[in-house]
């Protein structure tokens, strides 16, 4: 499976960014999509998942509850983030994964963020 994440930029806090991951060579409704992101000088943490398709569970990490949005197109095999009200503190790699039906995890390459203050 591969995956392409786009959609990275420069941003002021206080504004929005949507964040796009395409998913090829797979069928996409058979995973579980996410989001993760690497701070500089940090570990990689969770931000957010949606589940296959007919379930359509939505998870978020308490840091990003409220303000980040993740959905998926199943016709386009895309899944996104839209952020909003965005902090300095969201400033990382973003990384989107797929999981398969055997929870074995497949990364797209990063999108930057940069929110300056």
């Known amino acids: 499976v591969q995956l392409q994440a786009s959609g990275g930029g420069l941003v002021q806090a206080g504004d929005s960014l949507r964040l796009s991951c395409e998913l090829s060579?797979?069928?996409?409704?058979?995973?579980?999509m996410g989001w993760f992101r690497q701070a500089p000088g940090k570990e990689r943490e969770f931000v957010a998942t949606?589940?296959?398709?007919?379930?359509?569970?939505?998870d978020y990490s308490d840091s990003v509850k409220g303000r980040f949005t993740i959905s998926r197109d199943n016709a386009k095999n895309t899944v996104y983030l839209q952020m909003i009200s965005l902090k300095p503190e969201d400033t990382a790699v973003y990384y989107c994964n797929a999981i398969d039906y055997e929870s074995r995890p497949s990364w797209g390459q990063g999108t930057l963020v940069t929110v300056s203050s």
């Open positions: 949606i589940s296959k398709m007919l379930l359509n569970r939505l």
């Open positions: 060579g797979r069928t996409f409704t058979n995973y579980v």
